[in-house]
Nanobody, 122 residues
Framework: QVQLVESGGGLVQAGGSLRLSCAAS????????MGWYRQAPGKEREMVAG???????AYEDSVKSRFTISRVTGKNTIYLQMNILEPEDTAVYYC????????????????WGQGTQVTVSS
């Protein structure tokens, strides 16, 4: 069973930065893509950013110029560097991971983390 452990959430003022981390563990890790989704109160869960083992990335339009997803080569660990945070970025951020035939991001995938709260104050 794959476990995803997130860290790095918190409270920050608008314009500030945070970095989220997600590490996958478990036996026989069938993973070739990892990424982040978020869910704000009263809203549907939405994709934020994703990266595949081929290094192909995908971003939601509103974060494309502010957030950067990266991965540790050879390890099932990813980071999400979030800069110029806005109150609209407030949400629970979930790590997502799994495997599909495609080398491009095609989430959501099978495995989910517990979520980490990001709160941006105005």
């Amino acid at each position: 069973q794959v476990q995803l452990v997130e860290s790095g959430g918190g409270l920050v003022q608008a314009g500030g930065s945070l970095r989220l981390s997600c590490a996958a563990s478990g036996s026989s890790l069938p993973i070739n893509a990892m990424g982040w989704y978020r869910q704000a109160p009263g809203k549907e869960r939405e994709m934020v950013a994703g990266i595949t083992s081929a290094g192909i990335t995908a971003y939601e339009d509103s974060v494309k110029s502010r957030f950067t997803i990266s991965r540790v080569t050879g390890k099932n660990t990813i980071y999400l560097q979030m800069n110029i945070l806005e109150p609209e970025d407030t949400a629970v951020y979930y790590c997502n991971a799994g495997w599909r035939m495609s080398t491009s991001w095609s989430g959501p995938y099978r495995y989910w983390g517990q979520g980490t709260q990001v709160t941006v104050s105005s």
